[in-house]
């Protein structure tokens, strides 16, 4: 059984910074694409960054520019440095795993594990 943990979420004002964390237990991190989503209040989940096995990346167009996917396999971490934040951002901020080997999935229904959230609030 795959378990993610995100941290790192918090209250920031527009233009600021925060990195996001995802810790992952239970199985072998090093080979997995993982992906970040966020959902906002009465709004759909949806794709922010993916990250493959292999180091390759994808961004929502909305992030492209300020937000940054990296992993660290020795510590099964996936992270999202996000700067330049304006209050649209304001979401709760999820990690999940996918089982697929060489695509990094942008709909929420490509992932079998997903950790249980973090809030970004963004302030204006």
């Known amino acids: 059984q795959v378990q993610l943990v995100e941290s790192g979420g918090g209250l920031v004002q527009a233009g600021g910074s925060l990195r996001l964390s995802c810790v992952a237990s239970?199985?072998?991190?090093?080979?997995?694409?993982m992906g970040w989503f966020r959902q906002a209040p009465g709004k759909e989940r949806e794709f922010v960054a993916g990250?493959?096995?292999?180091?390759?990346?994808v961004y929502a167009d909305s992030v492209k520019g300020r937000f940054t996917i990296s992993r660290d396999n020795a510590k099964n971490t996936v992270y999202v440095q996000m700067n330049s934040l304006k209050p649209e951002d304001t979401a709760v901020y999820y990690c999940?795993?996918?089982?697929?080997?060489?695509?990094?999935?942008?709909?929420?229904?490509?992932?079998?594990?997903w950790g249980q959230g973090t809030q970004v609030t963004v302030s204006s």
């Open positions: 999940a795993t996918t089982s697929y080997p060489a695509i990094v999935p942008t709909t929420p229904e490509g992932y079998d594990h």
């Open positions: 239970g199985r072998t991190f090093s080979g997995n694409n």
């Open positions: 990250i493959m096995w292999s180091g390759g990346t």
